[in-house]
């Protein structure tokens, strides 16, 4: 297995696509070991066709599907009535937003991509730093990892048979925790770079309550998932599809905006994004199936647990290894891949398994704003028109912020399992 991890790594390296550098890696395992290709086929079809994973593209459609019928531009108006008085409002904008569409969106990168596109004129015409608003168009989408419905937290779950419904509820505290640290870290550098606030006074709560309630409907749907989930009236793939429902519901009889044409488009864009997504699912079942049979995992558990027993520096230690992972492969992969081989060891060492998906999903998604292959960062810089450089430049108090996150939930796991033990009880 170890050959094929290194065609991977080399593969890779060489720029070919995420998807097949996994399916070759795969079939060159297959091929080394002389196991019958049934196998391989089997393995990509059985892992594309799970019903849990099933969950992704119902979600990934239900995104789009809230970003074409209106909800992201009421909610643009809502966080721009809440956050005008502060200093960089635009960037306050930014992470009060992403916290938001947490619930709407469900992909970093989709939502970075998004509000640059949306807020980043603004923020030019303002005067704003490219870089600075790249970094933090890029790294406020971060927040949409732990806010439900995670992409994320979803295939972890799924990967590594944890409570789906228990890591929803573990991703508000550090979601949040995310966001008001975000904010301050805008307000020390927007005062520092003189971004003066658009408005001298608070909004009147009048205005604040209105576009409150304008944008009630992509505030009631996160809330809508947990109760269906928690009370076992949807399965998490089966509120996917209600969120599908909802969308269309909320676009074409509510908001009046979901047209024959929009909605096509918003079809054709689900498509790609969700074939994507689908080809990286099945080949990455191939490629576990040769971790499983090499016992990749116990050799990898031995060999950490031969460095130190101590849980906090083993968890520090796979953190470290988690950030490098990330500077080079997508989020989606990284789950797919290692949760199997890095839970076991973490539950053998007493580490919550909800507490390291929140962790894990965090830091692997932070990967997605640093180099050399994060994919936020390339987007960002490049609708922002500036340099990579520029963007990991201006944004180191942004990085910094999340790195306070990762360190609150590695000192504090009780903080993270609050809502989800209030909610269904401790956990064996």
């Not at 909610?75 to 809440?82: I, P």
């Not at 929009?262 to 994507?276: C, E, F, G, M, P």
């Not at 990085?399 to 993270?416: E, T």
Request: hydrophobic share 55%.
């Amino acid at each position: 297995m170890f050959i094929a991890i290194g065609v991977f790594l080399v593969l890779l390296l060489a720029g070919m696509p995420v998807a097949f550098s996994i399916g070759i890696s795969g079939f060159t395992f297959f091929m080394i070991r002389d196991l019958p290709m049934t196998v391989l086929v089997q393995k990509s079809i059985s892992t594309s066709q799970s019903f849990t994973m099933l969950a992704i593209p119902l979600f990934i459609l239900a995104g789009n599907l809230m970003n074409s019928c209106g909800i992201t531009k009421r909610l643009l108006k809502f966080c721009n009535a809440c956050t005008g008085h502060m200093y960089g409002n635009i960037g306050q904008v930014s992470c009060l937003m992403s916290t938001l569409m947490g619930g709407v969106s469900g992909s970093a990168v989709a939502d970075a991509s998004m509000e640059c596109r949306i807020l980043g004129p603004e923020m030019t015409r303002l005067g704003y730093r490219r870089g600075w608003s790249a970094a933090i168009n890029g790294i406020s989408g971060l927040i949409v990892a732990t806010i439900p419905p995670s992409m994320g937290l979803i295939i972890y779950g799924t990967v590594g048979e944890v409570s789906i419904g228990r890591l929803f509820m573990a991703g508000w505290v550090p979601g949040l925790l995310m966001c008001v640290l975000l904010m301050l870290a805008v307000t020390w550098s927007a005062k520092r770079y003189n971004y003066k606030p658009e408005h001298e006074k608070p909004a009147p709560f009048s205005v604040i309550f209105k576009t409150f309630l304008e944008s009630i409907w992509a505030m009631l749907f996160p809330i809508l998932l947990i109760v269906l989930i928690r009370f076992g009236i949807m399965s998490p793939t089966e509120s996917g599809a209600f969120a599908c429902a909802y969308a269309l519901i909320v676009g074409t009889v509510i908001y009046h905006e979901l047209t024959w044409e929009s909605l096509l488009q918003t079809l054709r864009a689900s498509v790609k994004d969700i074939t994507v997504i689908t080809i990286i699912l099945a080949f990455s079942g191939v490629f576990g199936y040769g971790v499983v049979y090499d016992n990749i995992t116990v050799t990898i558990a031995n060999a950490l647990i031969s460095v130190t027993s101590n849980s906090v520096l083993l968890l520090l230690l796979v953190i470290l290894f988690l950030c490098i992972c990330g500077m080079f492969m997508e989020t989606t992969v990284i789950a797919l891949i290692l949760t199997p081989i890095l839970l076991p060891v973490m539950r053998s060492v007493g580490v919550d398994e909800v507490v390291f998906g929140m962790i894990m999903m965090t830091t692997v998604t932070f990967g997605v704003m640093t180099p050399p292959v994060g994919v936020a960062l390339y987007a960002t810089s490049d609708i922002m028109e500036c340099s990579i450089g520029d963007t990991f430049k201006d944004g180191w108090p942004f990085y910094a912020a999340v790195v306070l996150v990762i360190l609150f939930m590695i000192l504090f796991p009780q903080a993270v399992l609050y809502l989800p033990n209030l909610v269904y009880g401790v956990s064996g």
